[in-house]
């Protein structure tokens, strides 16, 4: 039984041909290589398994008999009862026809064929391959053609927006799907990026590592108004100093550096590194600091509430 041309036909015709033998159009299988040895269950390998015009194939054929030529089929009417060519020695091919061959090689001696074959322009489908010699096939491999740009897509359970997991290649967007993979907890739709931090349930809710962060605004509100108003003037000896604005707080917090210690008195991303972490909590004398804890005077901020500073620390200390 022949096989008959199919749009991938044009496959790398003129590269081929000349040093592989591509056989004619409605060449038959029956027509050359009978009555040799039985050979091994040969395998076959083609990467990627999705690609687009001007992309490379990377065939590989392996387990093959040396001396024995092996032809490499291809179809888009996928697997099934496929045709069964005499010179095939009674193996019926798995792949339906109409089917077409790209190419046909003899094995070096280590039974491999390899093979770079560009892809030309051929209508989107999936094209199932499989490669054939006397007395047996191998397995069958599948191409996903798509001729738009493949981009990744991102599973999105929780339907937020936001995904997780490995990469599914498609042109558009696949139902249930997300353009992007940061989500850190695809369950539940109250967790994502865009989430606000609900102190105190021990849950990173937005995402950022951090867990129960403050935010600074919630910083500036809550801790640096009510219990730094010595600090509230326009400069202070520590280097630290607000001017009753919150845009100054924070220039004045991160990245810069403290007059007590050789450390900043906030290192985004480390709280450890930060000296605002050691005058609340009281070890500022670790790390090479003086004077006394924060705040000054008043009561030590609760372990909580330097946990959700420390938090916010961790996350890369924001201007949120």
């Not at 194939?57 to 040396?66: G, M």
């Not at 493949?150 to 967007?173: E, K, R, V």
């Amino acid at each position: 039984m022949s096989l008959y041309r199919t749009p991938l036909a044009i496959l790398a015709v003129a590269a081929l041909s000349a040093c592989d033998g591509l056989p004619a159009d409605g060449v038959a299988f029956d027509a050359v290589d009978q009555q040799l040895p039985t050979p091994n269950t040969m395998t076959l390998s083609i990467s990627p398994d999705t690609a687009g015009p001007g992309d490379t194939l990377s065939i590989l054929i392996s387990n093959a008999t040396p001396g024995q030529r092996v032809y490499l089929g291809v179809t888009s009417r996928g697997t099934g009862s496929g045709p069964c060519p005499s010179n095939l020695g009674g193996a019926c091919l798995d792949i339906r026809t109409p089917a077409q061959i790209v190419f046909s090689a003899n094995p070096n001696a280590a039974g491999v064929i390899t093979r770079q074959v560009p892809l030309p322009s051929i209508p989107d489908a999936t094209y199932t391959f499989q490669a054939a010699t006397f007395g047996g096939t191998s397995n069958t491999e599948e191409l996903v053609v798509s001729s738009c740009p493949l981009l990744p897509w991102y599973a999105d359970a929780d339907a937020d927006g936001f995904g997780t997991g490995a990469a599914t290649m498609a042109c558009t967007q696949p139902t249930g799907f997300a353009d992007n993979d940061e989500d850190c907890d695809d369950t539940n739709s109250a967790i994502n990026p865009t989430a606000p931090e609900s102190i105190g349930n021990g849950i990173d809710d937005d995402c950022d590592v951090g867990v129960d962060e403050f935010t600074f605004t919630q910083i500036y509100n809550n801790v640096i108004q009510p219990n730094c108003s010595c600090h509230s003037g326009s400069s202070h000896p520590t280097n630290f100093f607000f001017n009753n604005s919150q845009a100054t707080a924070y220039a004045n917090l991160v990245n810069r550096a403290a007059s007590q210690a050789s450390i900043d008195i906030v290192e985004p991303f480390f709280p450890d590194d930060s000296y605002l972490h050691h005058k609340l909590a009281g070890t500022q004398a670790s790390v090479g600091g003086s004077g006394l804890q924060m705040p000054r005077g008043g009561t030590p901020l609760s372990l909580s509430t330097r946990n959700s500073i420390d938090a916010w620390i961790l996350s890369g200390a924001p201007n949120d």
